[in-house]
């Protein structure tokens, strides 16, 4: 196998790669912030000690945990357009997809965080006369993010690997570039080994900054 890689220059990273990365890391961010709210709010529903809020969000988000992601973005790009009666297009519908179905598993993060607090702090917040909506806002949830942190930030890296799925339903994500690029030079093997490296470059080095940041807190704790 003869594999030749000087077909790669700037001009072609910047036309074709770029683009797509910039998607990658913008769904990221996006879905990461949206899942985060959202699936703190799941959290809250599923510890709330209300069957009516406990119920849904349990169905919600076991529902969401045992359905592939990649069938997931395939029925919202395909439902929604027939649903409302227009297209919503390829970005929109994976920035959607990816915050609901993150939510789900960040809804679990959370509320692992939540209830590894000591209930006493929360009695010790309710003895100060403070309700159940100040107690999660300025004890509870700051703490559980702080103890959460390197997991959800583990999770957002998984989450960046995951937005290469985007590619079925013709979203132009970082895949996408190379996958361009290849075809236009005749090379789809040496752009999709470039891929695999530019992928595992970055997320060996987020996964080396969550563990210096996991001892981090472990040294505050």
């Given amino acids: 196998m003869n594999l030749d890689f000087s077909f790669y220059n700037w001009d072609l990273i910047s036309n074709f790669v770029l683009k797509g990365l910039y998607f990658s890391l913008l769904l990221t961010l996006v879905a990461t912030i949206g899942g985060v709210l959202f699936g703190t709010l799941l959290a809250l529903m599923r510890l709330s000690g209300k069957k009516w809020l406990d119920v849904p969000a349990t169905i919600y988000v076991n529902g969401m945990r045992s359905i592939p992601l990649v069938m997931v973005i395939l029925w919202f790009f395909l439902l929604v357009p027939a649903i409302i009666g227009r ?11 990816f915050i ?26 309710q003895a100060l006369g403070m309700t159940y909506g100040q107690n ?6 700051p703490q559980a993010f702080r103890n959460m942190l390197p997991v959800l ?15 079925a339903i013709g979203a132009y994500d970082m895949l996408k570039g190379f996958e361009v690029a290849g075809k236009n030079f005749g090379r789809p093997i040496e752009a999709y080994l470039a891929a695999a490296v530019l992928y595992f470059v970055m997320c060996y080095a987020l996964s080396w900054v969550v563990k210096r940041l996991h001892q981090k807190i472990a040294i505050i704790r």
Avoid: C, H, N
């Fill in 87 to 97: 297209p919503i297009g390829a970005e929109l519908s994976a920035v959607v997809t």
């Fill in 153 to 167: 930030l583990t999770q957002t890296i998984i989450l960046f690997q995951d937005t290469s799925l985007v590619y």
């Fill in 100 to 125: 609901a179905f993150e939510a789900a598993y960040f809804s679990e993060i959370m509320r692992a965080g939540i209830q590894s607090i000591p209930r006493g702090q929360v009695y010790a917040g």
């Fill in 136 to 141: 999660m806002k300025l004890v509870v949830l």
